[in-house]
């Protein structure tokens, strides 16, 4: 079976840092590129970033350019969000994926997701 956990959110405040993980069992990651999403409260599930099999190629949403950073450790099986300089708009639960294609930007498009974990961030 298949599962992909994300720890790592919390409460925090504008200006601060998080680091999401997101572990994987039941499935070899070096075999899938990954994304990470997000979702706020009563809105669609939007992309993040996402990174390719050996994590030589990023994507990143234009919301978060420059303040996220995806990487992962193949041997670890674990993918990785480190956020930095939070923002109140960045607040939303935060979901890891994935899929067959690097770079995929569209939920759809990815096949094994994990249950989410809730950031918070305060003004």
């Known amino acids: 079976q298949v599962r992909l956990v994300e720890s790592g959110g919390g409460l925090v405040q504008a200006g601060d840092s998080l680091r999401l993980s997101c572990e994987a069992s039941?499935?070899?990651?070096?075999?899938?590129?990954m994304g990470w999403f997000r979702q706020a409260l009563g809105e669609e599930r939007e992309f993040v970033a996402a990174?390719?099999?050996?994590?030589?190629?990023?994507n990143y949403a234009d919301s978060v350019k420059g303040r996220f950073t995806i990487s992962r450790d193949n041997a670890k099986n674990t993918v990785d969000l480190q956020m930095n300089n939070l923002k109140p708009e960045d607040t939303a639960v935060y979901y890891c994926?994935?899929?067959?294609?690097?770079?995929?930007?569209?939920?759809?498009?990815?096949?094994?997701w994990g249950q989410g974990t809730q950031v918070t961030v305060s003004s």
């Open positions: 039941g499935l070899t990651l070096s075999s899938r590129a």
């Open positions: 990174i390719s099999y050996s994590g030589s190629t990023k």
């Open positions: 994926a994935a899929s067959y294609t690097t770079g995929q930007k569209q939920p759809y498009q990815y096949d094994y």
